[in-house]
């Protein structure tokens, strides 16, 4: 470990994307601007019709601003050092590194990733809303069918316009609520990710993205050096698609995650309250009140379910032994392969940890918890098995989903060891 004191982490306020607002850029990407209405609804495929989800996701993760094309030697530097991370990871793990039998890299700007990885992200966030899939659209829509709205006076005779109004607007706004949930989320992720697998969900495909402009800037912020900051994100990128990509695991987690997501309750009357304070009287100005009373966690509707009480344990031991694979494969292969490996883990990790609130949302969204306490466990529980049985003992962890540690072993690695000698009873 380096003996100078660690680079200090920028204000997260100067970052690109931290005082990025979501409803602005809803309003952008379609064309419009808060108080004038938005000239195509999502829901009807936006004002050009593109995925609106996707858009929005654009939209929030480049700032409405154009970003220039990743340059060719830089695209040539990462395709070079992704075959690197691919041999080195494929020698230490004895894993498939690649499904198809070519791994591919692709350096991306913000909005890149944002539109490369709203099909990845939509599984899990559309099935918050528990609604069946927008023929249109392929979003999953909020039901306003729960929404009761509350009577007027019956001789005014603006109550019928105004009942009539509401709910004609929940009604409308259903594919635009689920829009803004994948679109914000995806484009806050993109501010800030550095590849694919900042988070440990897995994708489809054999192909690694790389947000080419985030790793530069946080190469800047943290004084590293560029070219070893970049094969530690390859290695970082390529162990987790290796370890992602092991069929059985796969399926669990990807089984584990949906289930989640698909377990919150929504509160359709929290909605009515907020949209009840909107001033209908406004005309289109009643869009730009919706901009200021509505944030993604309200929209959400959602609160925690007994299910998800239920499945959280086994989700989070399962992500945190991946973790703790992971950074450990990690520190095998990048201690020899890069000269400031230290200082480059340092950053990244210390970086992983302090994630602001509104991008740790995302996380609680997906079920996933990458405190540093998260951290600590998957690392206790592979350096437990790797004292007491070596290498080799750790190569079984992915060899059979039977294999598969359970929440009280990830705390107790003999446990885990002990069991997997059993003889297989099934």
Not at 16 to 21: E, L, Q, R, T, Y
Not at 105 to 127: F, I, K, N, Q
Not at 203 to 232: H, T, Y
Request: charged share 25%; aromatic share 4%; glycine share 10%.
């Amino acid at each position: 470990m380096s003996t100078e004191d660690p680079p200090q982490p920028p204000d997260d306020r100067d970052r690109p994307g931290s005082g990025a607002d979501p409803f602005a850029a809803l309003f952008q990407a379609f064309g419009g601007t808060p108080g004038s209405g938005l000239p195509g609804l999502p829901g009807t495929g936006g004002s050009d019709g593109q995925d609106p989800a996707r858009q929005i996701a654009m939209a929030v993760a480049s700032e409405g601003t154009s970003e220039p094309n990743v340059e060719p030697v830089v695209r040539m530097e990462y395709e070079s050092l992704v075959r690197v991370a691919e041999l080195n990871v494929a020698d230490r793990t004895s894993l498939t590194v690649s499904r198809s039998g070519t791994l591919g890299v692709r350096p991306v700007t913000r909005s890149g990733w944002a539109s490369a990885s709203v099909d990845a992200y939509h599984p899990y966030l559309a099935r918050m809303t528990g609604a069946p899939d927008d023929p249109i659209t392929g979003l999953s829509a909020f039901d306003p069918g729960g929404i009761e709205v509350v009577s007027g006076d019956p001789d005014d005779p603006m109550t019928d316009l105004s009942e009539g109004w509401l709910s004609g607007l929940v009604a409308a706004m259903a594919p635009l609520m689920a829009s803004i949930t994948t679109g914000t989320m995806v484009g806050r992720l993109a501010t800030r990710n550095l590849g694919s697998y900042d988070l440990p969900i897995p994708r489809e495909g054999d192909e690694i993205l790389v947000v080419a402009p985030n790793v530069a800037a946080f190469a800047d912020d943290w004084s590293l050096p560029a070219e070893d900051l970049r094969l530690w994100i390859c290695l970082h990128e390529v162990a987790h698609h290796t370890v992602l990509g092991v069929p059985h695991l796969r399926a669990v987690l990807v089984d584990l995650l949906s289930r989640h997501a698909g377990a919150f309750r929504n509160d359709p009357s929290e909605l009515q309250e907020r949209l009840g304070d909107v001033d209908i009287s406004g005309g289109p100005e009643a869009l730009a009140r919706l901009h200021e009373v509505l944030d993604p966690e309200m929209v959400l509707g959602a609160v925690r379910s007994p299910e998800q009480e239920a499945l959280l344990p086994r989700l989070e031991a399962l992500v945190a032994v991946v973790i703790g694979y992971v950074d450990h494969v990690m520190d095998d292969v990048g201690s020899t392969l890069i000269g400031s490996y230290r200082q480059v883990t340092e950053a990244v990790r210390r970086r992983r940890v302090g994630t602001g609130e509104a991008d740790r949302f995302v996380e609680r969204i997906l079920g996933l918890d990458l405190t540093q306490d998260q951290v600590d466990r998957g690392t206790a529980f592979v350096e437990g098995v790797v004292d007491r049985d070596g290498a080799d003992g750790l190569a079984r962890l992915w060899s059979d989903k039977r294999h598969l540690p359970t929440p009280a072993e990830v705390d107790a690695p003999g446990l885990w060891l002990a069991r997997i000698d059993l003889p297989d009873n099934d």
